[in-house]
């Protein structure tokens, strides 16, 4: 049995969507972040880090999109969610997500976690790093759009775990503001995701939890 | 044949230790930052975001540093550099690769790199950014030091992809002012992993090339 740790809203619905896309058995716990839950005592022993998601496994406890959505693929084969036997194929489907970590999901936290990377009390800054997210945000989903989205799905025709990952932070481009006129595809990558029923019910889960 | 794209003293160090690692055949190219190579047209045409580092193979390009280094142990397992059976201990691996690449190196980019988040001419919200590093880069790499890396390696008893990749950003931490006092065990793997042949040799090309 797995023991899936998230929070509305946030990243952690990728690998929310993945776990339903796999089939998979998992028991799902919200972290208030608006109680600051995630840096409670309790969560803070599942995670050190005082993130979500967190994936309690019987071997022990994953943190990490990315790592999180592999992990998935690779323990539910018969699901398909990523290009397991195929290093290249697979690498390419890994680069889009971590592309998506270190830098669009980066560039979108600066509107709301600025104070990991400058003083709280420096408001200046604080609001010096909002003012930049529509355009270093609209700069990172260009790339997807021109480049990296093949459509239908991120890698094609194949469905994998890049899809719910991009689908998930797409979420956060109007909250961004960034210029949703440059990025027709993704958007039309996103509603294609919204149709889906795995979607629906991991987004419904978390709302009502 | 592969064709790796670097800096020196940037990340990609790390995938060209594990190249040396898996005993790949590779051509070395040289970007170079001082005259802003990485966003030459020619560089741009084989890595759009305009970083290092990428690998030109057969099959396509591949970037981003955690699907790289998968990519080689994927590629090479008889150099046995990731736990490729073990669905959930490659995930471990990944996860640690992840947080260097989300939180640790994003973290150290602020100091070089803050026009990424604020605008280039606010010199005060930059000099703010700067000024942080210190504190967040020692942070980061505390939680590494009390709970991920197991020793003697990151992983424990097994040499993996997260080793190369921690050496080099371990590389930066007394140009970011990281209270080195406080990073024993990371200092030690640093100095574990400098005794490899390997190691030497990546470096040394690097600088002379």
């Known amino acids: 049995m797995l023991t899936f740790y998230f929070a509305p809203h946030t990243c952690s619905l990728a690998s929310h969507i993945a776990l339903e896309d796999?089939?998979?058995d998992y028991d799902?716990?919200?972290?208030d972040f608006g109680k600051t839950e995630q840096q409670s005592p309790a969560y803070l022993a599942i995670n050190p880090k005082g993130r979500v998601p967190a994936l309690v496994t019987p071997r022990g406890i994953l943190t990490e999109t990315p790592a999180m959505l592999a992990f998935v693929a690779q323990s539910f084969p018969a699901a398909k969610l990523a290009p397991l036997d195929d290093p290249f194929a697979f690498a390419e489907v890994q680069a889009f997500n971590s592309y998506l970590c270190s830098t669009v999901h980066v560039a979108h936290s600066h509107r709301m976690r600025g104070s990991r990377?400058?003083?709280?009390?420096?408001?200046?800054?604080?609001?010096?790093?909002?003012?930049?997210?529509?355009?270093?945000?609209?700069?990172?989903f260009e790339l997807i759009e021109?480049?990296?989205?093949?459509?239908?799905?991120?890698m094609g025709e194949a469905y994998t775990i890049a899809d719910p990952y991009l689908f998930t932070l797409a979420q956060w481009l109007e909250g961004d503001r960034a210029d949703l006129s440059r990025l027709p595809r993704v958007?039309?990558?996103r509603a294609r995701m919204a149709e889906r029923p795995n979607v629906n019910k991991a987004i419904?889960?978390?709302l009502s939890s």
């Open 22 to 24: 796999a089939g998979a």
């Open 187 to 189: 958007l039309e990558h």
């Open 146 to 154: 021109r480049g990296m989205l093949r459509g239908p799905w991120v």
């Open 28 to 31: 799902l716990r919200r972290i």
């Open 117 to 140: 990377w400058v003083d709280a009390e420096d408001a200046d800054s604080i609001a010096a790093m909002k003012k930049k997210v529509p355009q270093s945000v609209t700069a990172c």
């Open 204 to 206: 419904a889960a978390e």
